[in-house]
């Protein structure tokens, strides 16, 4: 639309001190229980007989007993068969032994289930009715491990079914079962804001994080053509780093533009509604483009010109993403067309046909990717007034990308973008939505901007990416004091980011462009919104468009409002989905066998003068980390490597020095699609300015870090 230019925690372990951007989360016990765990006269009152062929009763709990002709069941547990006393001539079919447990008050997309099972005389599992893993025959125990989204299975709030269903060939059947499960309590709200202690040259707005772990800073406030890094300090403190002058564009000065951090480590900006060197204050949509290397000039970088798209004469302020497979995705606002680029912008190619209306003003969220060969991106239409081929007659029609073609996917439950109106200034306004965000548990977050018409609430919504299903979400309702209550909030146009233990962080604001500004988070697993209070309390001087989030590999959010205050949220709830952490399993082709969190015994090398290579899973994160829809895009799904000093045995005080913190430049990741699971992944890291010595190797994804590894630097 169109406007005016307006200490990180020390953890001591016996003698060796290790940095770590946020906590291990706390694993609360899931009440579930083994066959014949509780036996009560002859019968298992944990699991019921659901279903057996005829003329077997279900609907009962089976009986518990042991038998010479299977495994001898572990200490406490006993084979649960159909009928007590055992027969010998059961019939042959499905029998179907059902176990509940409930989560309520935990984090589904937290929960793990593991354990052993065993069957006869074949057998399979099954998570709330997907098949998550098999059993073992009558003689073996078959071990299973069971998380969230496996094979597209879901842990869900409240009470949830686990069935074994046991296929009987004959004669006898039973099935042994050995499990336990653990998740962690539903993350609560609320954190802290902190300035960086050194203020910028100008005033911030966008940013992108660098693969180095430096965060790149647009000035837009002043000369748009500068830039600028942010470096944490030596111990991996943002609030403590520094400002430093990078390379100027030449003839593009872009506000409100498209933007992505590529596989290779360079970044993408392309457009810009305003481009200040060339128009002024007026918008221009401009078609302008230009790629920055990070390393070029010894790491002050250059930025080069990126021709436009073949018969584009307009971007401004066009929505992005790196999909999956790695190429950059760049809309036409003014078309339903797409391009995209996997040579930095030196050529670009048609995508996404069949998109059913314009994209302007739209958000463009990746949907989980395990799968090498699909890549999905969600959209909320929002010019689908007469133009969507969807359902000309519907405001709620959204859409998914799939690999290279665009489908309709159904209504969300109410219309989320703010219908067209004209200003009291006579500009025109409206279509604007909020940011979406997707969740670890699969669910997309979507925020609404002021649907309907002017002085109404701000309403959201979700979307379950497995069942590609809508509900609706909660309203923005302010509770903070007498500056807010009464007033209609929304966010169109707006930053959300993901904090690490689930909860989204989001600036809203009432109707469009108005103030004055609030923050609101929502609670995982409860989807209640809660306001609470931005660095300056309710800020009367700023509307939800200003803001822009940035997630920190310590888990802490950025923010920046186009001033020279520039912010850090660091959330009280440290806690995450230690199943959503990366994990590591080569570096540079090298494994330590039986290698554990404190492995003394084993340093893989890493070289300083070399490219390296890491393997593993989850490089990419469970979302892009942030969003904002259209203007801006800062997602942050790649893998950033983290070195920490190994103090070791030098540790000689009561309170020794913090460790020495380094990051790597990571570049060429292997993929960029999100919430991978176990597709295996991997990326090449270069260490050319990190001394040489031993430190804990951690691939950080999203502010979450895994697959912690001693490493000596050489």
């Known amino acids: 639309m169109i406007r005016s230019i307006t200490k990180t925690a020390q953890v001591l372990a016996g003698t ?363 959209t909320v239409d929002t010019y689908t007034s007469g133009n969507s081929t969807c359902l000309p007659s519907s405001k709620t029609w959204s859409e998914v990308y799939f690999n290279g073609t665009w489908v309709c996917v159904g209504n969300t439950p109410q219309q989320l973008w703010d219908d067209p109106y004209t200003a009291s200034n006579g500009e025109p306004r409206g279509y604007e939505m909020g940011p979406a965000i997707l969740r670890p548990d699969g669910t997309v977050f979507q925020a609404g901007a002021n649907a309907h018409n002017l002085n109404s609430q701000g309403t959201s919504a979700f979307f379950d990416s497995y069942t590609l299903q809508w509900t609706a979400g909660p309203s923005f309702i302010c509770t903070l004091s007498i500056g807010c209550l009464g007033t209609n909030f929304d966010i169109a146009d707006g930053p959300a980011a993901l904090l690490p233990n689930g909860n989204v962080l989001m600036m809203a604001s009432p109707d469009e462009d108005l103030t004055p500004s609030v923050f609101f988070e929502l609670q995982y697993v409860t989807d209640q919104l809660v306001s609470f209070n931005g660095p300056h309390g309710i800020d009367f001087n700023t509307s939800s468009y200003y803001g822009h989030m940035l997630v920190l590999p310590t888990g802490q959010i950025l923010f920046t409002d186009f001033s020279t205050d520039v912010e850090i949220y660091t959330a009280n709830d440290k806690s995450y989905d230690t199943v959503s952490a990366p994990a590591v399993t080569a570096i540079n082709g090298s494994t330590c066998s039986g290698n554990n969190y404190w492995n003394y015994f084993c340093a893989l090398p890493v070289h300083n003068s070399s490219p390296n290579t890491i393997t593993g899973y989850r490089f990419n994160g469970m979302s892009q980390g942030a969003a904002y829809g259209d203007d801006y895009q800062s997602a942050t799904n790649y893998p950033l490597v983290r070195l920490t000093e190994n103090q070791g045995f030098t540790i000689c005080c009561t309170n020794p020095p913090p460790p020495k913190v380094y990051y790597c430049r990571t570049h060429d990741h292997s993929w960029m699609g999100v919430a991978t699971q176990k597709l295996p992944v991997s990326t090449n890291f270069d260490c050319p300015t990190v001394p040489k010595g031993q430190y804990y190797l951690e691939v950080v994804a999203n502010g979450i870090s895994g697959g912690s590894n001693l490493v000596n630097v050489q």
């Open 16 to 378: 060796l001190l290790v940095i770590f951007a946020i906590t291990p989360a706390f694993a609360a016990k899931i009440t579930i229980y083994g066959t014949g765990a509780q036996v009560s006269a002859g019968k298992d009152p944990n699991y019921t007989l659901i279903s057996a062929p005829p003329p077997v009763t279900v609907g009962v709990h089976p009986c518990a007993t042991t038998n010479s002709n299977w495994l001898t069941p572990p200490a406490g547990l006993y084979w649960d068969v159909p009928y007590c006393p055992q027969s010998y001539t059961e019939p042959v079919g499905s029998y179907v032994y059902e176990t509940t447990f409930d989560l309520t008050g935990m984090v589904p997309s937290s929960a793990v289930l593991t354990g052993s099972a065993a069957a006869d005389d074949v057998g399979e599992i099954w998570l709330n009715g997907v098949k998550v893993a098999n059993t073992g025959g009558r003689l073996t125990m078959l071990p299973f491990t069971i998380t969230h989204g496996l094979n597209g299975a879901e842990f869900k709030k409240g009470l949830n079914k686990l069935d074994f269903v046991v296929g009987n060939g004959q004669s006898i059947t039973g099935v042994l079962v050995q499990i336990r499960g653990t998740a962690r309590p539903i993350p609560q709200t609320g954190g802290t804001w902190q300035p960086v202690g050194t203020q910028p040259p100008c005033g911030i707005g966008a940013t992108l994080l660098l693969t180095d772990g430096r965060v790149l800073a647009h000035c837009e406030t002043a000369n748009m053509l500068n830039w600028y890094t942010l470096s944490p300090d030596i111990n991996g403190d943002y609030a403590s780093g520094t400002w430093a002058p990078v390379a100027s564009l030449t003839n593009y000065s872009p506000l409100y533009f498209a933007s992505a951090v590529l596989p290779d480590g360079k970044v993408l900006v392309e457009g810009g509604e305003y481009n200040p060197i060339a128009c002024g204050s007026s918008p221009c949509w401009t078609a302008n483009g230009a790629l920055f290397n990070p390393i070029a000039n010894g790491g002050f970088g250059k930025w080069t010109s990126v021709s436009p798209p073949p018969g584009w004469s307009n971007i401004g302020d066009a929505q992005s993403v790196v999909l999956p497979s790695g190429p950059f995705m760049l809309a036409n606002p003014f078309t339903n067309e797409q391009v995209e680029t996997t040579d930095d912008g030196a050529t670009w190619t048609p995508t996404g046909t069949l998109k059913h209306d314009r994209n302007d003003e739209e958000g463009w969220t990746l949907l989980p990717s395990a799968d090498p060969d699909a890549e999905y991106v969600l």
